[in-house]
């Protein structure tokens, strides 16, 4: 499996909690900061027809996970 791209912020706490959770399962992954680049601000909002929920966690497959709970999180790595 490639590394998922994680897109976030640094000043959300539900990024910091999903990305807790990946180190914690010792997931590889790529952290993209939505503020600090604008093409990643623009493929967020395309995937969210317009909006930009962060994280959005996006996986090799094509699927992606918006704002997940951890549960959420979970069961899409253990597929």
Not at 1 to 7: G, R
Not at 16 to 43: C, M, P
Not at 49 to 59: K, N
């Amino acid at each position: 499996m490639s590394e998922p791209i994680v897109y976030g912020a640094g000043w959300c706490p539900d990024v910091r909690r999903s990305r807790a959770l990946l180190d914690r399962e010792g997931v590889e992954y790529r952290y993209v900061d939505v503020e600090a680049d604008a093409e990643a601000e623009a493929r967020v909002r395309s995937l969210q027809d317009g909006a930009r929920r962060i994280p959005t966690i996006v996986f090799d497959d094509g699927t992606f996970l918006v704002e997940p709970t951890d549960e959420a999180l979970s069961a899409h790595l253990a597929r």
